[in-house]
Nanobody
Framework: VQLQASGGGLVQAGGSLRLSCAAS????????MGWFRQAPGKEREFVST????????YYADSVKGRFTISRDNAKNTVYLQMNSLEPEDTAVYSC????????????????WGQGTQVTVSS
C-alpha cells in the first residue's frame, strides 16, 4: 500500500483543516488506518485510528472532540477533519496503515505516507 497525505497548511487558532490520505492498491480495505503527528523536537504522537469498515474509531485525549477521522473505501481515502485548532496542534501529520485495528503504537504500523505540515498560529 502506498499512501500520500495532503491538506496541510497554515491556519489561525480556532480554524479548521481537513487532511486527506490517498492510498493506492485494492488492498486498502484490508487495513485499519491511523494518523500520527510529530512536532519539532518531540516524539511521534498518536492522533487517531479507524477500523477497516469505519465503524470503530479512537482518538488521543488531546484531540478528542475536535478531530474526526473517517474513510471512504470506494475512494481509497482516509480523512482527518481538524476543528478548533490550537497552536499545540502544529506538527507534521502522517497517515499509516496497519493490519489490525486498535494500535496507538507507530511501531505496529506497516505502511507510512509522507507527512503534511500543519501550522497553527496564535
Amino acid at each position: 500500500v502506498q499512501l500520500q497525505a495532503s491538506g496541510g497548511g497554515l491556519v489561525q487558532a480556532g480554524g479548521s483543516l481537513r487532511l486527506s490520505c490517498a492510498a493506492s492498491g485494492r488492498t486498502f480495505i484490508r487495513y485499519a488506518m491511523g494518523w500520527f503527528r510529530q512536532a519539532p523536537g518531540k516524539e511521534r504522537e498518536f492522533v487517531s485510528t479507524i477500523s477497516w469498515s469505519g465503524d470503530s474509531t479512537y482518538y488521543a485525549d488531546s484531540v478528542k472532540g475536535r478531530f474526526t477521522i473517517s474513510r471512504d473505501n470506494a475512494k481509497n481515502t482516509v480523512y482527518l477533519q481538524m476543528n478548533s485548532l490550537e497552536p499545540e496542534d502544529t506538527a507534521v501529520y502522517s497517515c499509516a496503515a496497519v493490519t489490525s485495528y486498535g494500535s496507538t503504537d507507530p511501531r505496529d504500523y506497516d505502511y507510512w505516507g509522507q507527512g503534511t505540515q500543519v501550522t497553527v498560529s496564535s
